[in-house]
């Protein structure tokens, strides 16, 4: 930082906002550790410096040798505490960390949150609450780690119209999908090197089951529609019967396999959310996004096609997207401004129904290897109107029967469903289908 003149008077000017951590694991150690080196730029760029000044967490005795102030057991005292200005949740789960947020607002002091899943699940009753204490919400930390991507939708493209979000928004699965894709390494030792790196979940189900995607897809939604989806109403499949043998065929076929979260209007007043393991074209921007990198695709009516790409988690990459939300906050306390707006839900707004989605479909069936049964299923598909795109039969699969996989163009969900059903009664087939999503993100 350059001491001149004019940044000297500045930082006489420059204003402390007292900070106040509930929950401090590998994010709120994150956000100790890089808050000194972020405080004198903040300071230089918004006139304001952050101080933590209380710590809650569940277990004090445990050492913390990070920790500046003294830690308490009861958050409660870090709300209640007169030099608190700004509290952060870090607790994660719902239950608690509503009680946490709830007090914080109705207490006057407005809330940094980095939890997707309470935002997704009860977001409605605490937006409802910081409308009513007037105090806002900052929760840039929920989506996607280091990418501000609650800022490009709430400020930068909020003259759009959005026609269409995707998203790789879970670093854990991304990883796993990536070092399978790469390393050829297997499921569970990719699933426990992302959790030695600290980008899963404590309850690493949330990551390889697609919760934490469809939490951060329902906050994205509600950003670009205002309208937050009912969350179990959400259709989610996560990546665990992504195999080899998936990720493989799909190479073949010119195509990786991510985790993707789909959001997409659907006529004037619907939406389709989904998350789903995609096949991407091979050559698409999105699918050299590897590791625990997140990527988030939005297109605006005026700005087009913006392509967001970044760490999605991590401790230093989340404790960027904090330290942004407690200087947007401390810098609005200091001016005594609002806040964010956040956007209102007109009510009109629904999802599809279910089976009523139309997209691309991957199948891979095992059937028996017999002249006949590939114009049998083709036979199937062409009479629920789905058409082939491609096929794959690999030689050399022995036992009297052989994986056949497809590629189909555009169908409803529902002819999907309902082709694959009668497929796999015919006595020809030997395992149930692998169903996967085909995007081609044109
Ligand atoms: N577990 C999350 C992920 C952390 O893997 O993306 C960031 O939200």
Not at 338 to 364: N, T, W
């Amino acid at each position: 930082m350059l001491e001149t003149e004019a940044n000297l008077g500045l930082n006489q000017k420059m204003n402390k906002i007292g900070i106040g951590l509930v929950g401090c694991g590998t994010v709120g150690s994150g956000l100790i550790r890089n808050l000194p080196k972020a405080n004198p730029l903040i300071g230089e760029r918004l006139g304001v410096n952050l101080e933590i000044r209380a710590v809650a967490v569940k277990d004090p005795s445990k050492a913390r040798e990070t920790l500046p102030v003294p830690v308490v057991a009861d958050w409660k005292k870090v709300i209640a505490d007169p030099a608190v200005q700004i509290v952060v949740e870090l607790v994660g789960g719902t239950d608690e960390a509503f009680r946490i947020s709830e007090a914080s607002l109705k207490a006057g002091k407005p809330l940094v949150t980095a939890n997707k899943a309470l935002l997704a699940e009860r977001g409605r009753e605490l937006l409802s609450l910081a409308q009513q204490s007037g105090n806002p919400i900052y929760f840039e930390a929920s989506v996607a780690g280091g990418i501000p991507v609650i800022k490009v939708l709430r400020e930068g493209l909020v003259a759009n119209q959005l026609l269409g979000l995707h998203g790789i928004i879970n670093g854990t699965s991304n990883y796993i999908l990536s070092r399978m894709a790469e390393a050829g390494s297997d499921f569970q030792t990719a699933l426990q090197q992302a959790k030695d790196l600290g980008y899963a979940e404590t309850d690493d189900r949330l990551d390889v089951d697609g919760i934490d995607a469809a939490h951060k897809a329902a906050i994205l939604c509600l950003l670009a529609y205002g309208f937050l989806p009912v969350f179990t109403d959400i259709p989610v499949e996560g990546i665990r019967h992504v195999s080899a043998q998936e990720v493989s065929f799909a190479r073949q076929l010119g195509y990786v396999i991510k985790l993707l979260a789909v959001i997409r209007p659907v006529g004037s007043d619907r939406v389709e959310v989904r998350v789903a393991p995609t096949l991407l074209p091979s050559r698409h921007p999105m699918a050299s996004v590897h590791g625990a990198f997140n990527a988030i695709g939005l297109i605006g009516n005026l700005a087009g096609p913006v392509q967001l790409t970044g760490r999605g988690a991590g401790p230093d990459a989340t404790s960027s997207a904090l330290l942004a939300d407690l200087a947007e906050a401390a810098k609005n306390l200091h001016d005594k401004s609002p806040g964010p707006l956040l956007p209102k839900a007109d009510g009109k707004i629904r999802l599809i129904g279910k089976g009523e989605s139309v997209g691309r479909f991957y199948v891979r069936l095992e059937v028996e290897d017999r002249p006949g049964v590939l114009a049998l299923v083709a036979g199937i598909f062409g009479a629920e109107k789905i058409g082939i795109s491609s096929v794959l039969q690999p030689e050399g699969h022995g036992a009297g029967s052989v994986p056949l996989v497809f590629l189909l163009e555009a169908a409803a969900e529902s002819s999907l469903h309902k082709a694959v059903a009668l497929i796999t009664k015919l006595p020809n087939c030997r395992a149930p289908a692998r169903i996967l999503r085909v995007e081609d993100l044109s």
